[in-house]
Nanobody, 120 residues
């Protein structure tokens, strides 16, 4: 069964850190680009970051540059999102997804999401 599972969400204080993992099963993750998306309450889902399959190039939305780092461990069929210096506005459900490329419009598989809450 083709599946993506996000783990690592939770409650953290401002300026804290969390690491999310996107674990794939039923297919080889390194054949795909992996994107991280988030959806805050009352807002549309937005792309946060992406890591390509070809050369490991990474991309970030401006609001996360310098704070978030995406990486992949092909041996574990897993992609990580390290989130540092978290802000209240980072609160959202975070999803990982695979695409043919970071610029590809179509998402092939979505994860179920994991909630990140940044709060005092």
């Amino acid at each position: 069964q083709v599946q993506l599972v996000e783990v690592g969400g939770g409650l953290v204080q401002p300026d804290g850190s969390l690491r999310l993992a996107c674990v794939a099963s039923g297919f080889t993750l390194d054949d795909y680009a992996v994107g991280w998306f988030r959806q805050a309450p009352g807002k549309e889902r937005e792309g946060v970051s992406c890591i390509s399959s070809s050369d490991g190039s990474t991309f970030y939305v401006d609001s996360t540059k310098g704070r978030f780092t995406v990486s992949r461990d092909n041996a574990k069929n897993t992609v990580y999102l390290q989130m540092n210096s978290l802000k209240l506005e980072d609160t959202a459900v975070y999803y990982c997804a695979v695409k043919r490329g970071c610029r590809a419009p179509k998402v092939e598989v979505w994860g179920q999401g994991t909630l990140v809450t940044v709060s005092l």
